[in-house]
């Protein structure tokens, strides 16, 4: 009995393999044909009207609190409707003289949706007429300078191009995720969304004592007398630790500036303490236009314009799914981490 056991969990470790082997090399062969075909590198777009969407489902709600029989006459008529709707009647957007694209933007540390949004702003702007408006849905903490310049630039471009541009925040806009929302002609924000936090921030670890106590030399060669300020493993300088806080202070300029061009009616100098506030206290502050959600805000705008909902879904290869998505994975895990020590700066319980 024990032989044919430990013979069976030899088969089956074997056949384990087999199948493991086999699958790793469909996925590399399939791989590999898709980036020959010049496949998976494109993003898909996905368009939603959120008008016909909310009508299909409100449709289902209403029919939902239907007898049977009252049910069946109601499909009825929604039938004789969409057929009518199908041959372009009965139609009240052939006719709207604008169209709302709606657009998101879920920020981390390394504005990593940058790429997309610069995408899909290129896209409209080819596609933008005069009474159109671009809404963007914007959640972000913040995070790098550069990084968040550049996802600014990018609504920068809309604009720059003549478009209505609407920003709604129902979360966060901090630091560069305000960078990107002062953007807006108009901006928007839910009563408790956190708006603010103008300001820069750097922390850098030395442990030069710690490795000198262990008799740990370490030789820091540099050309330029600023290439290194502040370093991890050197032993730092007031001369680098003064033109690092001068470069700091540098960046905080920068920033107020760019929020002031984009808001000239906000006090800069009054809001750019690095501090951060809540959707009504922002308003009274002028750090925002208005008070409402990005939901409530849409519901308006579906009783007068198309709502179009704008997505670029990356297309990922069997490759990237099995392999990479596990260092996708650990490297959001950091991440994650990363940002709960940023936001615990602004985040109150």
């Avoid at 709606?102 to 409209?124: H, I, M, N, Y």
């Avoid at 920033?255 to 984009?262: A, L, N, Q, T």
């Avoid at 809540?278 to 002028?286: C, I, M, S, T, V």
């Avoid at 069997?318 to 950091?334: C, D, H, N, P």
Wanted: net charge positive; with cysteine; proline share 2%.
């Amino acid at each position: 009995m024990i032989e044919w056991i430990a013979e069976y969990a030899l088969f089956a470790a074997k056949l384990a393999t087999l199948v493991i082997a086999l699958g790793v090399l469909i996925v590399l062969v399939v791989s590999l044909k898709q980036r020959a075909s010049g496949q998976g590198d494109d993003n898909r777009l996905r368009v939603v009207t959120l008008n016909e969407r909310q009508r299909r489902r409100r449709e289902s709600l209403r029919l939902a609190g239907m007898s049977p029989a009252r049910r069946r006459r109601a499909q009825k008529t929604l039938r004789k409707q969409e057929k009518a709707r199908r041959k372009g009647k009965d139609d009240a957007f052939d006719e709207s003289p604008s169209r709302v694209w709606v657009l998101d933007f879920d920020g981390d540390l390394k504005a990593s949706r940058t790429p997309q949004l610069a995408e899909q702003v290129s896209l409209l702007l080819g596609e933008l007429q005069a009474e159109d408006e671009v809404v963007v849905r914007l959640s972000s903490g913040g995070g790098l300078v550069h990084a968040y310049g550049l996802a600014a630039a990018q609504l920068d471009r809309l604009r720059d191009a003549g478009a209505h541009l609407t920003v709604c925040v129902d979360k966060v806009a901090a630091s560069g995720g305000y960078m990107m929302a002062c953007c807006a002609h108009r901006l928007i924000a839910a009563p408790f969304a956190v708006i603010g936090s103008i300001g820069v921030v750097a922390q850098v670890p030395n442990v030069h004592r710690l490795l000198k106590k262990h008799d740990i030399d370490v030789e820091l060669l540099t050309a330029g007398r600023y290439k290194r300020t502040l370093t991890v493993l050197g032993e730092n300088t007031d001369e680098g630790r003064a033109k690092f806080l001068d470069d700091l202070q540098e960046t905080h300029d920068l920033f107020k500036r760019y929020v002031g061009e984009r808001r000239p009616a906000l006090d800069v100098d009054k809001v750019a303490t690095g501090e951060i506030w809540y959707g009504r206290q922002a308003l009274e502050d002028g750090l925002i236009d208005e008070i409402a959600t990005s939901d409530g805000y849409l519901a308006v705008r579906m009783k007068e314009a198309q709502v179009l909902h704008v997505r670029l879904e990356p297309h990922h290869s069997l490759l990237q799914r099995v392999g990479v998505g596990a260092s996708m994975g650990i490297e959001r895990l950091g991440d994650s981490v990363m940002e709960r020590l940023e936001a615990s700066g602004w985040q109150r319980r």
